[in-house]
């Protein structure tokens, strides 16, 4: 029997980055995956496969609503070739997984294909092609997350779908309902829209984006009002048939009244639930929560003390960065290191067009606590770059304590907010008061110059271009 001293089932961003981690600190490491290639739902299919969609989406449409303003004329008709569109989405999500394929080679870490269960707290039974078991002093359990669905809801894979299934359409919807106004149904009925498919979102909440701040889902629901698609909101769904090619959504309204809509797709995004089919937890006492996920203390480790959890599996936000952050945790406390997080610096990004990101606080989260504090805002229209690439659509609004001055939270809707919420982040983690941004040069002209501008209103309300 093979034995390690640490073993980690799953193979997500966070499994595969604490694998690396352990062994890089010099320890003897094995990772578990049941599926034929590694990276989890992350990477085959989701933040990956679906950034190439979202990619190719917005190219077409570029090229077919907006080429012409800038002087670029394309004689004949510009059409939409799924196949080859799902084809290239693959093939970046198979060099990506081949990415980490290569760097367990590189770090010495040995891959087992199957599913892993436990036998006991230091023993993992492996079933796939062979059946085998190993033998680790630590385990991390890193299984991740599913789709949620709504109980009366049967998912046929075909018309009433996923995530999954929704990136691997064989043919672009004439109608799409998204059930579920959150970053999987915004993104993946973007792409959609884009592509021609009429898109009714049908939300339960009062608005979409429901746990960001309230300004940014207003923002971006005027941009997805804007791009025909019809939003609906406080809307509790009812019931989903399929009736031949057809779905059959019914919603009660605020009213009460029971409303119908009818499509060829139904897109069920409600969320993700923790994965643990299979694991066998019970076997070894693993607590689990009444939501299903494994109970942890603050260093992630379970009531069994060699076994740890990390990543969708336990409690917090259902992120990539935050499942490495804490493989990365989890293998420095192995290791005997003092690492920390903090959970509040964790950025949540949507990637729709324009993007959406927020690191810290809300405005509702800070009234709530009776923070006093005092909001800048800058329109991203006020910036030459934005007016030079046309992406006028958007805001950067940063929150500060209104007696210290530090930054508690940043919001921004725009252009390449995915990548300008960093600066946010590095500038809350070191503590930064507003004016302390508003001070840093920004190059010109730039989208990040939206963040010092946000930085100045919130400062003394002195912004400069607007």
Same mark, same amino acid.
């Given at each position: 029997?093979?034995?390690?001293?640490?073993?980690?089932?799953?193979?997500?961003?966070?499994?595969?980055?604490?694998?690396?981690? %352990? $062994?890089?600190?010099?320890?003897?490491?094995?990772?578990?995956?049941?599926?034929?290639?590694?990276?989890?739902t992350c990477l085959n299919v989701g933040c990956i496969p679906s950034k190439a969609m979202l990619s190719s989406s917005h190219?077409?449409?570029?090229?077919?609503?907006?080429?012409?303003?800038?002087?670029?004329?394309?004689?004949?008709?510009?059409?939409?070739?799924?196949? =080859?569109?799902?084809?290239?989405?693959?093939?970046v999500v198979d060099q990506t997984t081949g990415g980490i394929d290569f760097l367990m080679k590189k770090n010495n870490i040995d891959v087992f294909e199957g599913l892993g269960s436990f036998k006991d707290a230091t023993h993992i039974k492996i079933e796939g092609k062979d059946s085998e078991e190993i033998?680790?002093?630590?385990?991390?359990?890193?299984?991740?997350? =599913?789709?949620?669905?709504?109980?009366?809801?049967?998912?046929?894979?075909?018309?009433?779908?996923?995530s999954t299934e929704a990136l691997e359409l064989k043919e672009i919807p004439k109608h799409m309902i998204v059930i579920g106004g959150g970053v999987i149904g915004l993104e993946l009925?973007?792409?959609?829209?884009?592509?021609?498919?009429?898109?009714?979102?049908?939300?339960?909440?009062?608005?979409?984006?429901p746990t960001m701040d309230a300004g940014l889902s207003k923002?971006?629901?005027?941009?997805?009002? =804007?791009?025909? %698609?019809?939003?609906?909101?406080?809307?509790?769904v009812q019931s989903v048939e399929r009736k031949g090619d057809e779905v059959i959504v019914k919603a009660e309204n605020k009213k009460g009244e029971i409303v119908e809509f009818k499509g060829d797709y139904c897109l069920v995004s409600v969320g993700r639930r923790p994965y643990t089919d299979g694991l066998n937890a019970e076997a070894v006492g693993v607590k689990l929560t009444d939501r299903g996920q494994i109970e942890v203390n603050e260093h992630l480790q379970t009531n069994v003390s060699n076994i740890y959890a990390i990543g969708d599996v336990v409690k917090g936000a259902m992120l990539a960065h935050k499942a490495e952050e804490e493989g990365v945790f989890v $293998?420095?406390?192995l290791a005997g290191q003092k690492p920390h997080i903090d959970?509040?610096?964790?950025?949540?990004?949507?990637?729709?067009?324009?993007?959406?990101?927020?690191?810290?606080?809300?405005? @509702?989260?800070?009234? @709530?606590?009776?923070?006093?504090?005092?909001?800048?805002?800058?329109?991203?229209?006020?910036l030459g770059r934005a007016r030079a690439s046309g992406d006028i659509d958007g805001f950067v609004k940063i929150l500060a304590d209104k007696t210290t001055d530090e930054v508690l939270g940043v919001h921004m809707i725009g252009a390449r907010c995915a990548d300008l919420i960093a600066e946010a982040v590095v500038a809350m983690e070191y503590r930064a008061s507003a004016e302390d941004i508003s001070r840093m040069s920004h190059a010109h002209p730039t989208f990040a110059e939206a963040v010092k501008e946000a930085a100045l209103a919130a400062t003394d309300n002195r912004a400069l271009h607007v």
């Open positions: 029997m093979k034995s390690y001293d640490v073993a980690i089932i799953g193979s997500g961003p966070g499994g595969y980055v604490a694998a690396i981690r %352990c $062994a890089q600190l010099g320890m003897k490491t094995a990772i578990i995956e049941k599926y034929s290639t590694l990276g989890g190219h077409y449409e570029e090229a077919t609503k907006h080429f012409e303003e800038h002087g670029i004329e394309i004689p004949g008709d510009i059409k939409v070739n799924l196949e =080859k569109m799902i084809g290239r989405k693959q093939a033998e680790a002093k630590n385990i991390i359990i890193a299984t991740g997350s =599913k789709p949620s669905n709504l109980p009366f809801i049967t998912l046929d894979k075909e018309r009433i779908i996923t009925g973007q792409v959609y829209r884009r592509l021609g498919a009429e898109v009714t979102v049908i939300e339960y909440m009062d608005r979409i984006l923002e971006l629901n005027k941009v997805f009002k =804007k791009a025909k %698609c019809k939003m609906m909101m406080s809307h509790k $293998a420095e406390t959970y509040n610096l964790i950025p949540g990004v949507v990637y729709t067009w324009p993007e959406v990101a927020a690191v810290g606080k809300t405005e @509702e989260e800070l009234k @709530e606590a009776g923070v006093e504090y005092k909001a800048g805002q800058f329109p991203f229209r006020a």
